[in-house]
């Protein structure tokens, strides 16, 4: 008869280590968040950050494609604004930026002979740094998404970035921009290209010209994406003609439907967008959140002075969108405009702490107010809300904001800090802190690849309801028991939910010496007329970034 040893038998040491493995762990609730998170040797388990073979929520590379002038920069930023902020780590990675540090001024369209074989290795070269800044922000920096914008017109460049990214277990979507419109290319030109740091003391017309023949050059070795044959098992979205049509193919994930979802909502015409707060309440005066109170003396005269405002504006087909709280409501009901009410746009919800001061706050929750103070993009109120969730939650209002022209929004201060921050592209650190003082109409202008911001006072007085970040929290990013693209739900998980109303009423590559050496010995050919060569500055210093997003 066989000896079992002891280990191996059942209660010994073996037999405890595996069934100690196979029980559930031990669950700790994050008090910022208010979520579950499992623990493993009484230290939070993060996922791994391993994505070979590739995960569901696997970093994803987006690939433009297209032939210059055909708004891939434009899309690739505002995509990545879009990302950054529903909670998606993007970053854009834009060869072009890398080609003008490797070659340190730009001569004419030459360069981009598909025969000049010296320029060609430049390109590739920087295109082949790009990817490794992609990989070290993919794998070391927290990144999710990352935005490859180039041209990337050839199908042999388009396979090394597969290749690339199928080595690192990451997949890929491609965006290519088509467009045969003549007039909307040749206005993209004069509207963002004859000003890029390529041109610099060049005229204009002489910058038109040669742009366009850098365009023919590029036409050259076109090669469209093929989504019925070649392309058929790629993810990919062709945009054409500005979004007049689409053509989408293997849509695989979450965020890949997302940038389909986005970018089908997108237009390029010219409008603008008014956000304010609706007048001064009686819960401003008396310092208290949430609730549904009505407007002060101070709050109905705003109404009317915005009632002038829009008088002097001249808005034809004006939409004009309020919450469905109380305040906004009285505050649009003077407009003498229809407007429509969205309960995506009522204030964060403050749970058990509605109705409070924030001293009341302290005293009977101080330790929920302590939790607000340090942490206040993800905190979320007990039974109530978050700012993160408060952006889950505007994401169609942003969809339809990007459809419409002008339009007028009556919201709330939390509400106004998201919506702001979505166009100004500001930080998960930044948004909780925006200043939307009451009284105070925010004009915001989108242009090409930013947004212009005018702050417009009505001159009435209003109580200051703005609180500064406190000095001993410093600025930080997101908070390390965040899982990668988790979505944390909009439902808290305590009962008796207090009721929300009252009544029914970019690092650059650094080039090498070899690449540098490459394009002065070859290329040859004389700079544009205007251009100085010798006082042409370094890229790092001609390029200023005007985005204000």
Same mark, same amino acid.
């Given at each position: 008869?066989?000896?079992?040893?002891?280990?191996?038998?059942?209660?010994?040491?073996?037999?405890?280590?595996?069934?100690?493995?196979?029980?559930?762990?031990?669950?700790?609730?994050?008090?910022?968040?208010?979520?579950?998170?499992?623990?493993?040797?009484?230290?939070?388990?993060?996922?791994?950050?391993?994505?070979?073979?590739?995960?569901?929520?696997?970093?994803?590379?987006?690939?433009?494609?297209?032939?210059?002038?055909?708004?891939?920069?434009?899309?690739?930023?505002?995509?990545?604004?879009?990302?950054?902020?529903?909670?998606?780590?993007? $970053?854009?990675?834009?060869?072009?930026?890398?080609?003008?540090?490797?070659?340190?001024?730009?001569?004419?369209?030459?360069?981009?002979?598909?025969?000049?074989?010296?320029?060609?290795?430049?390109?590739?070269?920087?295109?082949?740094?790009?990817?490794?800044?992609?990989?070290?922000?993919?794998?070391?920096?927290?990144?999710?998404?990352?935005?490859?914008?180039?041209?990337?017109?050839?199908?042999?460049?388009?396979?090394?970035?597969?290749?690339?990214? &199928?080595?690192?277990?990451?997949?890929?979507?491609?965006? &290519?921009?088509?467009?045969?419109?003549?007039?909307?290319?040749?206005?993209?030109?004069?509207?963002?290209?004859?000003?890029?740091?390529?041109?610099?003391?060049?005229?204009?017309?002489?910058?038109?010209?040669?742009?366009?023949?850098?365009?023919?050059?590029?036409?050259?070795?076109?090669?469209?994406?093929?989504?019925?044959?070649?392309?058929?098992?790629?993810?990919?979205?062709?945009?054409?003609?500005?979004?007049?049509?689409?053509?989408?193919?293997?849509?695989?994930?979450?965020?890949?439907?997302?940038?389909?979802?986005?970018?089908?909502?997108?237009?390029?015409?010219?409008?603008?967008?008014?956000?304010?707060?609706?007048?001064?309440?009686?819960?401003?005066?008396?310092?208290?959140?949430?609730?549904?109170?009505?407007?002060?003396?101070?709050?109905?005269?705003?109404?009317?002075?915005?009632?002038?405002?829009?008088?002097?504006?001249?808005? %034809?087909?004006?939409?004009?969108?309020?919450?469905?709280?109380?305040?906004?409501? #009285?505050?649009?009901?003077?407009?003498?405009? #229809?407007?429509?009410?969205?309960?995506?746009?009522?204030?964060?919800?403050?749970?058990?702490?509605?109705?409070?001061?924030?001293?009341?706050?302290?005293?009977?929750?101080?330790?929920?107010?302590?939790?607000?103070?340090?942490?206040?993009?993800?905190?979320?109120?007990?039974?109530?809300?978050?700012?993160?969730?408060?952006?889950?939650?505007?994401?169609?209002?942003?969809?339809?904001?990007?459809?419409?022209?002008?339009?007028?929004?009556?919201?709330?201060?939390?509400?106004?800090?998201?919506?702001?921050?979505?166009?100004?592209? $500001?930080?998960?650190?930044?948004?909780?802190?925006?200043?939307?003082?009451?009284?105070?109409?925010?004009?915001?202008?989108?242009?090409?690849?930013?947004?212009?911001?005018?702050?417009?006072?009505?001159?009435?007085?209003?109580?200051?309801?703005?609180?500064?970040?406190?000095?001993?929290?410093?600025?930080?990013?997101?908070?390390?028991?965040?899982?990668?693209?988790?979505?944390?739900?909009?439902?808290?998980?305590?009962?008796? %939910?207090?009721?929300?109303?009252?009544?029914?009423?970019?690092?650059?590559?650094?080039?090498?010496?070899?690449?540098?050496?490459?394009?002065?010995?070859?290329?040859?050919?004389?700079?544009?007329?205007?251009?100085?060569?010798?006082?042409?500055?370094?890229?790092?210093?001609?390029?200023?970034?005007?985005?204000?997003?």
């Amino acid at each position: 008869m066989k000896t079992i040893p002891s280990c191996e038998t059942k209660g010994g040491p073996l037999h405890q280590k595996a069934a100690k493995d196979t029980m559930p762990r031990e669950l700790t609730r994050n008090p910022v968040q208010k979520i579950w998170i499992p623990y493993k040797d009484e230290r939070p388990a993060l996922p791994s950050q391993s994505c070979i073979p590739p995960l569901t929520n696997s970093p994803t590379v987006i690939v433009m494609v297209g032939l210059p002038a055909r708004g891939k920069t434009y899309i690739a930023k505002k995509l990545t604004r879009y990302l950054n902020w529903i909670g998606a780590p993007t $970053k854009v990675f834009n060869v072009g930026e890398y080609r003008r540090e490797a070659v340190k001024w730009y001569r004419s369209y030459d360069f981009f002979r598909h025969d000049n074989e010296d320029a060609m290795k430049i390109r590739k070269q920087c295109a082949l740094a790009a990817l490794s800044d992609v990989k070290s922000y993919l794998s070391e920096e927290g990144g999710q998404i990352a935005v490859f914008d180039a041209t990337n017109t050839t199908r042999d460049r388009r396979q090394m970035i597969l290749s690339f990214a &199928e080595e690192n277990g990451w997949k890929v979507f491609f965006v &290519e921009s088509v467009c045969d419109d003549p007039s909307i290319v040749a206005a993209n030109i004069m509207d963002v290209k004859v000003s890029s740091p390529d041109y610099l003391d060049c005229n204009r017309a002489d910058a038109m010209e040669d742009f366009l023949k850098r365009i023919e050059c590029y036409k050259a070795t076109y090669q469209p994406l093929d989504p019925d044959h070649y392309d058929k098992d790629l993810s990919l979205i062709k945009v054409i003609n500005v979004g007049r049509r689409f053509l989408v193919n293997r849509v695989l994930d979450h965020i890949q439907s997302k940038i389909v979802y986005y970018l089908m909502n997108i237009h390029v015409h010219p409008r603008t967008i008014y956000l304010c707060r609706h007048g001064e309440s009686d819960y401003n005066l008396k310092g208290r959140i949430g609730g549904d109170s009505g407007l002060s003396y101070r709050g109905k005269k705003f109404s009317s002075a915005l009632r002038t405002f829009l008088e002097e504006q001249n808005i %034809k087909d004006l939409k004009v969108w309020t919450s469905q709280l109380k305040r906004t409501i #009285q505050t649009a009901e003077v407009l003498d405009e #229809q407007y429509e009410q969205w309960k995506a746009l009522n204030e964060i919800d403050a749970g058990v702490c509605e109705d409070m001061t924030y001293e009341e706050i302290k005293e009977r929750h101080p330790e929920e107010y302590t939790l607000r103070e340090q942490d206040k993009y993800y905190y979320r109120y007990p039974t109530g809300e978050s700012y993160q969730d408060l952006v889950q939650r505007l994401e169609p209002v942003i969809m339809e904001l990007e459809r419409q022209g002008d339009v007028l929004v009556i919201c709330h201060q939390a509400v106004m800090r998201c919506l702001l921050a979505y166009f100004l592209d $500001k930080s998960a650190d930044e948004l909780p802190y925006l200043k939307c003082p009451l009284h105070t109409v925010l004009k915001l202008t989108p242009f090409a690849y930013g947004c212009k911001v005018e702050s417009i006072f009505l001159n009435v007085e209003a109580v200051n309801t703005h609180r500064d970040r406190p000095e001993d929290v410093g600025k930080k990013g997101a908070n390390p028991l965040m899982r990668r693209n988790s979505v944390t739900p909009l439902a808290s998980p305590e009962p008796n %939910k207090k009721p929300r109303m009252e009544g029914p009423d970019d690092r650059l590559a650094s080039s090498s010496s070899l690449a540098t050496a490459l394009c002065l010995a070859s290329d040859g050919s004389a700079p544009l007329p205007g251009q100085n060569v010798s006082e042409m500055p370094r890229p790092s210093e001609a390029v200023t970034i005007s985005v204000q997003e």
